[in-house]
């Protein structure tokens, strides 16, 4: 199957910092999705980007496809951007389309004041 | 707000109890599904409903029954379950044409088995 790798693993940043994460699939995508699990353990969608570049507010994503990576940038973190930052993928040409997301083992940022 | 509603959003559960986690969404999505996710680790998929078929059961153990009676709700009947079986059950939902799309999900049902 598809592998995904992110890194890094852990994060500490100070308020108001900026990072970026990353994510390396092993195969074409037709689907790549950035999630964000707050401490409650809730998932929130932060972007559905199986190419290009999308923007919303502090954060924004960038996916090269060709390239096989995602990236994910945080500007000016906030304490309430702590948690855990899922890559997930689905794997695309034949075979595509089975419903089947692939999740990274994530990155835990923890945004110190 | 998550517009995946699920309820519990906490269980408590004897090994000889039956209860059942409900999922419900109004976006019109024609895929659902049920994650589990233990701590520490990536949601891993369960099941998932495609036009209220099931369409996929990842080798998930007997003792978890889904049910998906109409287009927006998702059940997970749970029956005999073990101390291992307490993790965080994640419902999502998707529009569901030719594969996953943009994935939604609820809160979440955190489990606890005794």
């Known amino acids: 199957g598809i592998q995904v790798e992110q890194s890094p693993p852990d994060l500490i940043l100070q308020e108001g910092a900026n990072s970026t994460l990353r994510c390396n699939f092993s195969?074409?995508?037709?689907?790549l999705q950035w999630f964000h699990q707050n401490p409650w353990g809730q998932l929130i969608n932060l972007f559905y980007i199986p190419s290009g570049t999308k923007q919303n507010g502090r954060l924004s994503a960038t996916t090269v496809a060709t390239e096989r990576y995602s990236l994910l940038y945080i500007s000016s973190s906030q304490t309430t951007d702590s948690g855990v930052y899922f890559c997930a993928v689905e794997r695309g040409g034949p075979g595509a389309g089975s419903y089947q997301l692939t999740f990274g083992k994530g990155t835990k940022l923890s945004v110190i004041p | 707000d998550t517009e995946v509603t699920q309820t519990p959003k906490h269980l408590v559960m004897g090994m000889t109890n039956k209860k059942s986690l409900k999922c419900e969404q109004h976006?019109?999505?024609?895929?659902m599904y049920w994650y589990k996710q233990k701590a520490k680790k990536p949601p891993e998929l369960m099941f998932v409903y495609s036009y209220e078929k099931l369409s996929i059961n990842e080798s998930v153990p007997s003792r978890f029954s889904p049910e998906c009676p109409n287009s927006s709700l998702l059940n997970l009947h749970l029956h005999a379950l073990q101390p291992e079986d307490s993790a965080l059950y994640l419902c999502?939902?998707?529009?569901?044409?030719?594969?996953?799309?943009?994935?939604?999900f609820g809160e979440g049902s955190r489990l606890t088995v005794l």
């Open positions: 976006m019109g999505h024609r895929a």
């Open positions: 195969d074409s995508v037709n689907n």
């Open positions: 999502a939902s998707s529009r569901g044409q030719g594969g996953t799309g943009e994935l939604f």
